[in-house]
């Protein structure tokens, strides 16, 4: 559903991204994993577009959307949930997740948004600000997935957020992955979450990827050692 070959991201002079490769299938979760300042958040924005590539290509459902401007990538079937929510705190609940519609193949939200997140039903017209911030990011990933993409991609959905709404979320995202067949990309710090929800695990260190496991050879222990590195 999604592949990245030989990509390449550079800030100035400074490359960041070393020639990453990656490939996913529809309906597989992918944790990214790795300590702050390793290429995560970076990775994440070159693959919506927010940062060009200075080489390699994306490609979504066959289509290279290397080139394209980040509403096109849209288009194309990524959505992306930026570290921080990033969510428009002056907007009711409603208003923010109709943002969400600008990529939709159907511009109307879809019927299962508010099953999945309940507490938005309840919601409708508070304003963004005024959500907790586990409520945001509910928020946040619910506005994803209006337009209904291929592909999501989450940039450290835990942070900043109570246990027991992690464990909503996952639990949604796991739900998600099987109702729509859609292809999971998280990056992600906390081990828990992530081993609860992952099909394959990927850890980055200076921008290359030095692991690539499916779950049932994660070694937790070294994965854990080198986060804590």
Known sequence: MIEIKDLRVSYGQSEVIHGVNLSAEAGQIVAIMGRNGMGKTTLFKSLIGVIKSSSGTITVGGVDVTKMPSYKRVKQGIAYVPQGRMIFPTLTVWEN????????????????????????AEMKTRRGGNLSGGQQQQLAIARALA???????????????????????????????????????????????????????????????????????????????????
């Open 97 to 120: 997740l109709l943002t969400g519609l600008e990529g939709s193949p159907t511009g109307r939200l879809p019927d299962d948004i508010f099953k999945l997140f309940p507490v938005l």
């Open 147 to 229: 337009a209904e993409p291929k592909v999501l991609l989450l940039d450290e959905p835990t942070e900043g957020i109570q246990p027991s709404v992690i464990k909503d979320i996952a639990q949604v995202l796991l739900k998600v992955r099987d109702s729509r067949n859609l292809t999971i990309i998280v990056s992600e710090q906390v081990l828990s979450f992530t081993m609860e929800i992952l099909d394959r695990l990927l850890v980055i260190e200076g921008g290359r990827f030095t692991a690539d496991e499916p779950r049932d050879r994660v070694d937790v222990g070294e994965v854990r050692r080198l986060l804590a590195v």
